[in-house]
C-alpha cells in the first residue's frame, strides 16, 4: 500500500483534488490517502496555514499530492509552499509542458519540461524597504566596499544564488533527462547581466553537464530563451533555471501546451516529493464544477511514476489524452465557444477512458 498525504487546499483546490483521487484509485494502484490542511482554510481552523501535523504527514509518507492554496491576504502569513518548499527542503520543481493532440493551443509541437530551482535567487525573501534602517546600513556597507550604493528611497530585494543549491537542481535535470529519455538540457539564465549569481549558476550547470557526456547541453539568455519558446517551441527540450526565471517558463511553456488547465507540476527534495498542479485557486471558479481537473490529474500521473507505477502512470496519461483528443467532455478553458462539460464530468471521462 502507497501512503499518500493528501492537500485539498482552497478556491478549485477542493474539487480538482477529489477529481484527481477518483481518477488515480481507479487506476489500480493502491493508494492510502492522509487529509491533511494546508493554505487559507487551514489558517482559519488551525491559526497557520501550514500546520505541523502537515509537514509531519509528509515527512513521514515521503509523497503528496496538493491542490494549490491561497494565502490570507494582510494576514502577515507566509505563503504555505514557500514553507513546504523550505521546511522538506523541496530543492527544484519540475513543469512538464507537453501540448496533447486536440489542446487549445498554436503550438501543437510544445514538448519541453521547465525545472527550476525552488530555494534562494529573488524568492528568498530577503527584502530591505526603502528608507529602512537596513536599507542604510546595506547603504553603507556598499560604499565601504568601494560599491556605487543605490539611492535612499529605492527598496532592495537581494538575491543570493550558490553554487551547492544549483547543484542540485541541475544535477535534478540531468536525472530527469536521462529517465524521460530526452535528448538536451540547456541552463537558462542572465550570466551577462549578473555575474555574481546566475555567473555562478552558468559555471555550475557546465560543471555538471560534464559529469554528462551523454546528454546534450547549452545555455541561453532568459530573453533569447522566451523569444525562441514562441518562435519555435518544438526546439526547446528540458530548460533549467533560477527560479524567477523558472517561473516565468513555466507559465509561458503552460500556454503554450494549451494552457494552465493542463499544466502538472511537482517539487523535488532528497526525501520527499510534492506532486501539484501549476495553476492557483482560481477562486472565481469555486464551487461551480467549472474547474478543470486535467492538470491536478497529470500532476497524479506523475506520482504514480515517482512510485515506480510508470505503467500505470503511462495508462493515465494515455486517458487523458483520450478525452482531450475526443474534445467533447471538457471544461470552459478548453472549449471557450461549445457546450463545456462540468469538473465532475471530465473526471467521470477520463476513468471510462482508463478501461478502454
Ligand atoms: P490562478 O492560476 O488561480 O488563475 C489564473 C487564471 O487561470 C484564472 O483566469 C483562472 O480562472 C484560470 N485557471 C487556473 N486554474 C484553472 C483550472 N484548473 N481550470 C480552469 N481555469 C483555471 O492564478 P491567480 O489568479 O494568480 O492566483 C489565485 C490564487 O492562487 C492566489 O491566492 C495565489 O497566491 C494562489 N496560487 C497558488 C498556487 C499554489 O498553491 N501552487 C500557485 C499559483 C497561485
Not at 63 to 72: F, N, R, Y
Not at 158 to 173: D, E, F, G, H, N
Not at 277 to 295: C, I, S
Request: hydrophobic share 45%.
Amino acid at each position: 500500500m502507497n501512503r499518500i498525504t493528501l492537500i485539498e487546499g482552497d478556491g478549485i483546490g477542493p474539487e480538482v483534488v477529489g477529481a484527481a483521487v477518483q481518477v488515480l484509485d481507479a487506476s489500480g494502484v493502491p493508494l492510502e490517502w492522509d487529509r491533511r490542511d494546508a493554505g487559507a482554510r487551514a489558517a482559519a481552523r488551525h491559526g497557520t496555514p501550514l500546520p505541523e501535523e502537515t509537514i509531519a504527514s509528509i515527512a513521514e509518507r515521503r509523497v503528496a499530492l496538493k491542490g494549490p492554496t491561497a494565502t490570507p491576504a494582510g494576514s502577515g502569513f507566509r505563503s504555505a509552499n514557500l514553507t513546504l518548499r523550505e521546511r522538506l527542503d523541496l530543492h527544484t520543481g519540475v513543469r512538464p509542458c507537453v501540448a496533447l493532440p486536440g489542446a487549445p493551443t498554436r503550438f501543437p509541437e510544445t514538448d519541453l519540461v521547465v525545472i527550476r530551482m525552488n530555494h534562494e535567487d529573488l524568492y528568498a525573501g530577503i527584502e530591505v524597504p526603502a528608507g529602512s534602517k537596513g536599507s542604510e546600513q546595506v547603504r553603507a556597507a556598499l560604499a565601504n566596499a568601494g560599491a556605487r550604493p543605490p539611492g535612499a528611497d529605492a527598496g532592495l530585494s537581494i538575491k543570493p544564488l550558490s553554487a551547492a543549491a544549483a547543484r542540485r537542481t541541475v544535477r535534478t535535470a540531468f536525472a530527469f533527462a536521462l529517465s524521460a529519455h530526452r535528448r538536451r538540457v540547456t541552463a537558462v539564465h542572465k550570466a551577462t547581466v549578473m555575474r555574481a549569481t546566475d555567473g555562478v549558476f552558468l559555471e555550475t550547470a557546465r560543471e555538471v553537464a560534464a559529469e554528462h557526456p551523454d546528454v546534450r547541453f547549452d545555455d541561453r539568455l532568459v530573453d533569447t530563451m522566451c523569444h525562441d519558446l514562441v518562435a519555435r517551441p518544438g526546439e526547446a527540450d528540458v530548460l533549467v533555471a533560477p527560479v524567477l526565471y523558472g517561473d516565468l517558463l513555466s507559465d509561458l511553456g503552460a500556454a503554450l501546451a494549451g494552457g494552465l488547465g493542463l499544466a502538472p507540476g511537482a517539487s523535488f527534495g532528497e526525501e520527499c516529493a510534492v506532486f501539484e498542479p501549476v495553476h492557483g485557486t482560481a477562486p472565481r471558479r469555486a464551487g461551480q464544477d467549472r474547474a478543470n481537473p486535467l492538470a491536478m490529474i497529470r500532476s497524479g500521473a506523475m506520482l504514480l511514476d515517482h512510485l515506480g507505477e510508470a505503467m500505470a502512470a503511462r495508462r493515465l496519461e494515455a486517458a487523458v489524452a483520450a478525452v482531450v483528443a475526443e474534445g467533447v467532455t471538457l471544461t470552459d478553458d478548453m472549449r471557450p465557444h461549445a457546450r463545456p462539460a462540468g469538473t465532475e464530468a471530465v473526471a467521470a471521462a477520463v476513468v471510462a477512458a482508463l478501461d478502454r
